[in-house]
């Protein structure tokens, strides 16, 4: 039974003996009144405890014994960490969706439900439009609770040393929600090693944690083509949403016509962002039974799928520049640990939602075998594409560079801080991989996958 959060990722991923370890609180959250019961289908909008529910006891837990166990002689050369930044307020666009379901609910709504009182009496709408996508107080924390777990897994390259002698590199996009985010990572660690927050440093840069945004190929055939989404507008439409919209229409007692999806969506969202922002169990989630809520996450998966995923090749090939620049650093580490020490032994890189998952999908995780697409929600429901498990706030993909002397040089992925398996490398599940075997895995991208080429419109 506790197995069953990570069922997609057991029958997909080849990973090590990690993952029946930190199940203890998974049911236990379950039993949680302050935890919405739908609380892992939020998609992008979900909190990192869901995917790691011990840290809910403990927020700096850490669990060395996850991590594989190379050889005696291994030891950790360079972790490069590409993070998307922490929980942050709702976009613009989303504030006026909500705005819309609370004046129709406060309007419109005829319930005579305890929860429904409460939406209408008691709850105010505080969301506002400036809040545009700024990053919350919990965001802070979570990347400041995500450095001190990474520095206590790591602690031979995340160490004050290291970090004294110029060998860590902090490289954010430049919104204020990721430098926000680089700046509570950095705190986390002065806090830790009791200096000052002024001895960091950071570097914007856009090229390599926004690229979706200048490669042209994607803008026009992706972002700005309203077909390439319509396995997204078609699933809106069908019966599953269908039925989902009209049970929040007969949850709140209003026609069925008010409740579009637009509205269904806000509804979602109210639910998610009290709970990531405060951490509240908050009324709007009484509009969704789990059911429901597993087809609001099919939707958003969806999305993800065809805009940032799978669904168009042009997707994962806009991160060419970041894929190159990753091997690039650890090619620099592999070489110069032959002859000392490495220059760079830690890259921290904080992006978005949006820069981590085209590069997962060109490395090839969590690819099933078939698409998703709007008539196939029942079959995926064993799906590897989950954006709740991939992508929560703070989602982090780690890679750590071995090196194991006469056992080589090892490359461990590791995401949201659990191992994973490089896909289609079976075989290696009970040892890291060498990194040469990585290296000749993905030979077509090293040779290949050049940035300018494959973003240029012809
Ligand atoms: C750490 O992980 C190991 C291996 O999965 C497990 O046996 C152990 O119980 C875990 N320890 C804690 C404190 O969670
Ligand atoms: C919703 O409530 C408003 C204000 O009471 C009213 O004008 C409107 O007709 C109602 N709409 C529906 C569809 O009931
Ligand atoms: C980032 O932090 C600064 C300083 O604390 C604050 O003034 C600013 O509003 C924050 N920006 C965002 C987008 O969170
Ligand atoms: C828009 O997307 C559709 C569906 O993927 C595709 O057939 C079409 O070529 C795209 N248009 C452009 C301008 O790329």
Redesign the pocket.
């Known amino acids: 039974m506790l197995a069953i959060p990570f069922k997609f990722i057991v029958a997909h991923f080849l990973i090590g003996s990690c993952i029946s370890c930190s199940l203890r609180s998974s049911a236990k959250s379950g039993d949680d009144p302050n935890i919405p019961a739908i609380a892992k289908y939020f998609s992008t909008k979900g909190r990192y405890e869901e995917v790691n529910p011990y840290l809910i006891d403990d927020i700096v837990a850490v669990n060395r014994s996850i991590l594989p166990t190379p050889s005696p002689q291994c030891r950790e050369i360079h972790l490069t960490a590409i993070i998307r930044h922490g929980t942050r307020y709702p976009t613009t666009k989303n504030v006026k969706k909500m705005r819309l379901l609370h004046d ?1 609910v406060s ?2 709504a005829s319930g005579k439900q305890g929860w429904l009182r409460e939406i209408k009496h008691q709850w105010t709408m505080w969301y506002t439009e400036d809040m545009d996508g700024r990053l919350v107080q919990k965001g802070i924390d979570d990347h400041k609770h995500l450095a001190v777990r990474l520095a206590k897994l790591f602690p031979s390259l995340i160490s004050k040393e290291k970090l004294r002698d110029g060998h860590m590199n902090f490289i954010t996009s430049s919104k204020h929600r990721c430098v926000n985010s680089t700046l509570a990572f950095q705190s986390g660690l002065a806090g830790l090693w009791t200096i000052e927050g002024d001895e960091f440093d950071h570097n914007l840069n856009d090229a390599l944690m926004r690229f979706f945004d200048v490669c042209t190929k994607f803008v026009e055939h992706v972002e700005n083509n309203a077909s390439a989404l319509q396995e997204v507008d078609k699933f809106e439409v069908g019966a599953e949403m269908r039925r989902v919209q009209e049970k929040i229409a007969d949850r709140l007692g ?2 069925y016509s ?1 409740i579009t999806n637009d509205m269904a969506q806000a509804a979602f969202y109210l639910c998610a962002y009290e709970f990531a922002i405060k951490t509240v169990n908050s009324p709007w989630c009484q509009l969704f039974d789990e059911v429901d809520a597993q087809v609001m996450e099919y939707a958003n998966d969806l999305k993800h799928f065809w805009k940032r995923g799978y669904g168009h090749d042009i997707n994962s090939k806009s991160s060419c520049i970041l894929f190159h620049d990753v091997f690039s650093r650890l090619n620099n580490a592999a070489s110069q640990s032959k002859s000392g020490p490495v220059q760079e032994a830690v890259t921290i890189q904080v992006g978005h939602a949006e820069t981590l998952l085209p590069l997962l999908t060109l490395l090839g995780f969590f690819k099933d075998s078939d698409p998703l697409t709007s008539t196939n929600y029942a079959s995926q429901a064993q799906r590897s594409f989950r954006t709740s498990r991939i992508l929560p706030y703070a989602a982090n993909l780690l890679l750590v560079l071995y090196d194991c002397g006469e056992d080589g040089l090892r490359l461990q992925p590791l995401l949201n801080e659990r191992p994973l398996a490089f896909p289609g490398m079976a075989g290696q599940q009970d040892s890291m991989p060498l990194y040469q075997d990585v290296r000749e895995h993905y030979k077509e991208l090293l040779d290949g996958c050049d940035f300018e080429t494959e973003c240029q419109l012809f």
């Open positions: 129709l309007r419109n209003v026609h008010l």
